[in-house]
């Protein structure tokens, strides 16, 4: 038998009187033999499904900051209604962008994060009425580099020149250059999506992975 244990901050938010419920858990597995253990284990498991959870956790999602009808509406389309779904709504795979290099280190087609500084203000390219594509000119220690990527026009990122930014996307040796296909972009000074595993989610038209990424450390932070 495979016991899925809730996760530690899911049990922090119970209620009080089921404090001893955990504790009995501990208990018994930590001072009962095997044999009596397994049986034990399993009746409180049982009761699990059944524990009333705070009031926090049954909470509708527009109890949090940011969270109006609209992207209420959207959560719903992913059957996340309450803070107990939205903590319980596991990725479907994760992104490794702990590891930085230097330009010189990255391999053609290899996707990394780099840390570079801008050369200039970034240069925008309208190719239609709603799509433009974006040039940055960039530098690290000892390598220079083009980032680029497509979004809407007029969305063109505020940089400074004389500062570092952690920059997440493909590398890619062309014959002109170092180019980078970017997917992410961040101050080194203020990384939270860069520099560690990122968590990926199924998402839905109006609310893509970041945004749940987002919601849910935001529950979690305002837990009481």
Known sequence: MTLHTPPSFVISLIKPGYDLLIA??????????KESTAAAITILWSLWPNITVSGFLNSP?????????????LFEKLNIYTILDLLYYLP????????????SKCTS??????????????????????????LMYATDIDSKITIKWFSAPFSKPKINSRSDYIVYGKFIKGS????FEMKYMESADNMK???????LYHSTNGLNSKNIYDTITLAYEKKP
């Open 24 to 33: 009995w858990a501990f208990v018994i597995v930590t001072t009962q033999p």
């Open 61 to 73: 999602l527009n109890v949090l900051k940011g969270i109006g009808p609209k992207k209420t509406k």
């Open 92 to 103: 479907r795979g994760y992104e490794d962008r702990s590891i930085i290099k230097e330009i």
């Open 109 to 134: 087609g290899e996707t990394c994060c780099i840390k570079v500084r801008p050369i200039r203000q970034i240069i925008e390219k309208r190719l239609k009425s709603k799509l433009s594509l974006f």
């Open 176 to 179: 002109s250059g170092n180019e």
């Open 193 to 199: 999506y860069t520099g560690s595993i990122i968590p």
